[in-house]
């Protein structure tokens, strides 16, 4: 469900995993259903194979000629369960202010008994709690590694090879669009330049101020504060300050000076109360966080048990959200199996 960026890249890597899925796993994937607002939601019975469906120059409108329509999202899901179709991969745009209506459509899915994958930070960040008990009540699974941090293993990290670990507190640079737009700056383009780069590369959200106002960061740090530190936040309890309101010279300043401004988010327990914020910081060459200057991806977790475990992502772009997408796949499958 949904067709822009990510599921544009996530159909031909799919695709060309289709042999290692079929020798490690035994399953062959199939598509059972295209849908979007804009070009209609589609079914086909017997499914097309992802090989086939990621060679045609327009999957939707391939789709479409061969599938059935349906007259929107519910139905769309209730005519994907009643082929046979086990998983959702819910890829639509984010709404910041309540997830909907990815949240409704994720519910839908896990009611009908369908494994859920989402790339949609909205739903996670308003609803996780509710969703993860809904799916352990159908016995299906729910989730959502892509909303953070594309395809760095950070939940999944911290789920299967972490356990007990004692993640205290984090510092990180969440949001790549701010990073690429504060340092086009720092360099001379105008924000309308740099707004418009990060949309050719795909690493925009559908209203790119949704990531220069805070938002995207804001939902990224409600998940994670969640998850990794136990947490029971909502959107609106993390502090937000973005990134419309600095003036450019002090953009470029701040940087000449070796200190270049950066959207960071944290989280920690102050007097045992978990505390989170995302707002504008000055990043010292000695903070281990100057490692995401550019577009990299960068997140530092202090522990207990390790001490403080640093991982960045070099250089993010939407294949590797795509990559994320098929991780929780492949994990979701092998779990089923028993793998």
């Given at each position: 469900m949904?067709?822009?960026?990510?599921?544009?890249?996530?159909?031909?890597?799919?695709?060309?995993r289709s042999e290692w899925l079929g020798r490690e796993l035994g399953i062959r994937p199939v598509i059972n259903g295209i849908g979007t607002r804009?070009?209609?939601?589609?079914?086909?019975a017997g499914g097309i194979e992802a090989t086939l469906l990621a060679h045609e120059q327009d999957p939707r409108?391939?789709?479409?000629?061969?599938?059935?329509?349906?007259?929107?999202?519910e139905a769309f899901i209730s005519a994907g369960q009643a082929v046979g179709a086990s998983v959702l991969i819910e890829l639509t745009t984010l709404n910041p202010q309540n997830g909907q209506p990815a949240l409704m459509h994720i519910r839908s899915a896990l009611t009908a008994g369908m494994d859920v994958i989402t790339a949609n930070k909205g739903p996670v960040a308003y609803a996780q709690a509710e969703l993860q008990a809904m799916a352990r009540r159908?016995?299906?699974?729910?989730?959502?590694?892509?909303?953070?941090?594309?395809?760095?293993?950070?939940?999944?990290?911290?789920?299967?090879?972490l356990p007990a670990v004692g993640i205290r507190s984090f510092r990180a640079l969440l949001n790549t669009t701010s990073s690429l737009v504060l340092g086009m700056i720092e360099k001379g383009f105008t924000l309308t330049e740099a707004i418009?780069?990060?949309?050719?590369?795909?690493?925009?959200e559908a209203d790119p101020w949704y990531d220069?106002?805070?938002?995207?960061?804001?939902?990224?740090?409600?998940?994670?504060?969640?998850t990794l530190l136990e947490g029971q936040l909502t959107p609106q309890m993390v502090e937000r300050e973005g990134t419309r309101d600095l003036a450019l010279d002090?953009?470029?300043?701040?940087?000449?000076?070796?200190?270049?401004?950066?959207?960071?988010?944290?989280?920690?327990?102050?007097?045992?109360?978990l505390v989170a914020e995302v707002r504008p910081r000055r990043i010292s060459s000695d903070d281990i966080l100057y490692l995401g200057r550019s577009t990299s991806g960068v997140i530092s977790l202090e522990t207990e048990a390790m001490g403080t475990i640093t991982l960045v992502e070099h250089e993010p772009s939407v294949r590797q959200t795509a990559y994320g997408i098929l991780s929780d796949l492949i994990i979701l499958m092998r779990q089923r199996n028993n793998v």
């Open positions: 949904g067709y822009g960026h990510v599921a544009q890249a996530f159909l031909p890597l799919l695709a060309s804009s070009r209609g939601f589609y079914i086909h409108g391939w789709f479409s000629d061969i599938g059935i329509h349906v007259e929107n999202a159908h016995n299906v699974q729910f989730r959502f590694e892509s909303t953070v941090m594309d395809g760095l293993p950070l939940l999944n990290l911290a789920q299967f090879t418009s780069q990060a949309q050719q590369l795909g690493v925009a220069l106002d805070g938002w995207d960061a804001v939902m990224k740090t409600t998940i994670l504060a969640n002090d953009i470029c300043a701040t940087a000449l000076t070796g200190s270049p401004i950066r959207l960071v988010s944290s989280a920690n327990r102050k007097h045992g109360v």
